[in-house]
Nanobody, 128 residues
Framework: QVQLVESGGGLVTRGGSLRLSCAAS????????MAWFRQAPGKEREFVSR??????????DYADSVKGRFTISGDMTKTTLNLTMNALGPEDTGIYFC???????????????????WGQGTQVTVSP
C-alpha cells in the first residue's frame, strides 16, 4: 500500500509559479517510479512528468507542453515528490495528481494505467 498526499496548488496569474509537493508513505518498493498527471475540466487525464530512481541516480521525463517550464524532483527516500512550475499559463489549469508504480520500466511511463497508487489531487488555476 502506498499513500500519496498532494499539496501546493492554488490560484496564480499568467506567468506565475507554483511548487507542488506530494508526500508519500507506505511501501517504498511500490513507488520506484512516480509521476505527475493533470486533468482539466472536460478533458482526459494527461501525463505531465515522471521520475524513476535507479540506484543513486534519477531519470526524468516531461510532456512536451511543460518541458523547459516544469521541473520534477524527489528525494532519495522517495518520501517527497515535487513539481516546480514556472511560466504558468491558463492551459496549465487543472487538478494535478501524484502517482506511483513499483516498476522502473519507462516504456509506458506516460500511460496513467501503469500507476497503481494515486493521490487525491490538488487544484491549480491560472488566470489569464
Amino acid at each position: 500500500q502506498v499513500q500519496l498526499v498532494e499539496s501546493g496548488g492554488g490560484l496564480v496569474t499568467r506567468g506565475g509559479s507554483l511548487r507542488l509537493s506530494c508526500a508519500a508513505s507506505g511501501s517504498v518498493h511500490r513507488r520506484n517510479m512516480m509521476a505527475w498527471f493533470r486533468q482539466a475540466p472536460g478533458k482526459e487525464r494527461e501525463f505531465v512528468s515522471r521520475i524513476v530512481w535507479r540506484g543513486k541516480f534519477t531519470e526524468t521525463d516531461y510532456a512536451d507542453s511543460v518541458k523547459g517550464r516544469f521541473t520534477i524532483s524527489g528525494d532519495m527516500t522517495k518520501t517527497t515528490l515535487n513539481l516546480t512550475m514556472n511560466a504558468l499559463g491558463p492551459e496549465d489549469t487543472g487538478i494535478y495528481f501524484c502517482a506511483a508504480t513499483p516498476t522502473t520500466a519507462t516504456a509506458r511511463a506516460r500511460d496513467s494505467r501503469l500507476y497503481a497508487s494515486w493521490g487525491q489531487g490538488t487544484q491549480v488555476t491560472v488566470s489569464p
